[in-house]
T-cell receptor, first 112, second 112 residues
Framework: QKEVEQNSGPLSVPEGAIASLNCTYS??????FFWYRQYSGKSPELIMS????GDKEDGRFTAQLNKASQYVSLLIRDSQPSDSATYLC????????????FGKGTRLSVIA | DAGVIQSPRHEVTEMGQEVTLRCKPISGHNSLFWYRQTMMRGLELLIYFNNNVPIDDSGMPEDRFSAKMPNASFSTLKIQPSEPRDSAVYFC??????????FGAGTRLSVL
């Protein structure tokens, strides 16, 4: 059973701080890792993808991957109230045409 | 591209009625996914198709649920008969291969 685990939160951070969201996965052969953001009442939207160990930066967002520890994280710098949402971690083994496995998400609240 | 298009956006029905949800994937995508999302269970994969062929329907909760994909640009998810516990948001997503999935806006289903 492939599993993706996330702390459900809520994670509360003050405006301007760094928000750190974490995710662990069970399948060692996982190859692709994604972070989706979901605002209340909306659909999930992709914000970051990462495929190799290390860091990947895109604006205020940094994804970090450690395959040895089966751990992926998302850092949001200079957090804004508009970042308040649920963040879903998704993992794919890229084996055949298997679908993404999603975590249940972490709810982030950025306090102005 | 208009993205993944789902209809209807909201559906209110009475227990025992048939419900049909519709999805048009992004043109050129060859994989289509149906998800159900609730507060308690998060995002659950119900069924997915590759090249219009159902690959894994193990997430379909019961025989009351069925899904079809008659061509590359259209899919339906049908619930017959519907029950109050089917109330949830149903998302359709599409991708090209086993990679990034793009979600539709969802259908919010309420079964009274």
């Amino acid at each position: 059973q492939k599993e993706v685990e996330q702390n459900s939160g809520p994670l509360s951070v003050p405006e301007g701080a760094i928000a750190s969201l974490n995710c662990t996965y069970s399948d060692r052969v996982s190859q692709s890792f994604f972070w989706y953001r979901q605002y209340s009442g909306k659909s999930p939207e992709l914000i970051m993808s990462i495929y190799s160990n290390g860091d990947k930066e895109d604006g205020r967002f940094t994804a970090q991957l450690n395959k040895a520890s089966q751990y992926v994280s998302l850092l949001i710098r200079d957090s804004q109230p508009s970042d308040s949402a649920t963040y879903l971690c998704a993992v794919n083994t890229n084996s055949g045409n298997t679908p993404l496995v999603f975590g249940k998400g972490t709810r982030l609240s950025v306090i102005a | 591209d208009a993205g993944v298009i789902q209809s209807p956006r909201h559906e209110v029905t009475e227990m025992g009625q048939e419900v049909t949800l519709r999805c048009k994937p992004i043109s050129g995508h060859n994989s289509l996914f149906w998800y159900r999302q609730t507060m308690m269970r998060g995002l659950e994969l119900l069924i997915y198709f590759n090249n219009n062929v159902p690959i894994d329907d193990s997430g379909m909760p019961e025989d009351r649920f069925s899904a079809k994909m008659p061509n590359a640009s259209f899919s339906t998810l049908k619930i017959q008969p519907s029950e109050p516990r089917d109330s949830a948001v149903y998302f359709c997503a599409s991708s090209f291969g086993p990679d990034i999935q793009y979600f539709g806006a969802g259908t919010r289903l309420s079964v009274l």
